[in-house]
Nanobody, 119 residues
Framework: EVQLVESGGGLVQPGGSLRLSCAAS????????MSWIRQAPGKGLEWVSF????????NYADIVRGRFTISRDNAKNTLYLQMNSLNTEDTAVYYC????????????WGQGTQVTVSS
């Protein structure tokens, strides 16, 4: 079965950095577009970033552009999100997700990892 397992979250001070990872299994990872999506406390889901199957094309939400970098290592079946210059508005549960070409949606999600930015 498809499995996506996020890790790397935690407590960080404003201005700090974190590197999130998403370990994928149960499918051909290199064939799928991947994204990071987050949900802040009391807020709705917010798309963060996207990367195509080979890592050549990326996109970012305006609020994270220039601070976050999405990447992938297809040999390791792992998706990454490098987060720099974190602020309190970045506090959220971060999920990785897989694009489904049939449903045309981010149809498969991991369990999420908590990122808390606080002094």
């Amino acid at each position: 079965e498809v499995q996506l397992v996020e890790s790397g979250g935690g407590l960080v001070q404003p201005g700090g950095s974190l590197r999130l990872s998403c370990a994928a299994s149960g499918f051909t990872f290199s064939s799928y577009y991947m994204s990071w999506i987050r949900q802040a406390p009391g807020k709705g889901l917010e798309w963060v970033s996207f990367v195509d199957s080979d890592g050549g094309i990326t996109n970012y939400a305006d609020i994270v552009r220039g601070r976050f970098t999405i990447s992938r290592d297809n040999a390791k079946n792992t998706l990454y999100l490098q987060m720099n210059s974190l602020n309190t508005e970045d506090t959220a549960v971060y999920y990785c997700a897989r694009w489904d070409t049939g449903y045309r949606a981010w149809n498969s999600w991991g369990q999420g990892t908590q990122v808390t930015v606080s002094s």
